[in-house]
């Protein structure tokens, strides 16, 4: 091999060797970066779409258990609304047989529009079973009611006869307001 043919071979070999460092060092690691992104991306998109298509099968129950849900809050009309409430209080406390001695109803509306919620405070005495099978009657029936706090104290030296206040609250699903075009 000649000296020209050597140099010339060198200088070919020495860009080559250039190139293939220019690309590992600069070329590769976006390359690597975005296919990473993209695997990670089509990941996701299967796992979203798997959890649709188990929505999509699963959609009647989940339409029956919304309408249940929607049966079970407390009518949109205010009177009516808070007389429910104490129908369902009177209702618990005689299966019980605990002597309910008044609630204050609250009418609380957040930011969201959908929705406001009863809030009442009511105050009942008996023994513990009876306040027992009170909580128990309240927290089974379908009615959509959630208990804020309890507050339990004794009435008298034995511990026999409690007092116990609830702060109770249903919930009222407001209508979407229609616009007409």
């Not at 249940?68 to 618990?92: C, D, I, P, V």
């Not at 609380?108 to 105050?123: A, F, H, I, M, P």
Request: proline share 3%; charged share 20%.
């Amino acid at each position: 091999m000649q000296i020209k043919d050597r140099q010339q071979f060198l200088t070919i070999l020495t860009l080559i060797a250039v190139a293939l460092l220019a690309i590992d060092k600069i070329i590769a690691p976006p390359l690597e970066t975005f296919w990473h992104d993209r695997q990670t991306r089509l990941k996701n998109l299967h796992e979203q779409v798997t959890e649709g298509q188990s929505l999509m099968r699963g959609k009647n129950s989940i339409r029956a258990l919304w309408a249940k849900m929607q049966a079970s809050t407390l009518t949109n009309n205010t009177t009516q609304a808070e007389q429910q409430m104490f129908n369902g209080l009177n209702r618990w406390s005689q299966m019980s047989g605990i002597s309910l001695n008044g609630g204050t109803p609250q009418w609380k509306q957040g930011n969201d529009s959908t929705y406001k919620t009863l809030e009442c405070r009511v105050d009942a005495t008996g023994d513990i079973q009876r306040l027992s099978e009170f909580l128990y009657d309240l927290e089974r029936d379908p009615m959509a009611l959630k208990l804020q706090s309890v507050e339990l104290s004794s009435r008298d030296n034995t511990g026999m006869q409690l007092a116990m206040s609830l702060q109770i609250s249903g919930l009222v699903l407001t209508p979407k307001e229609t616009t007409t075009r």
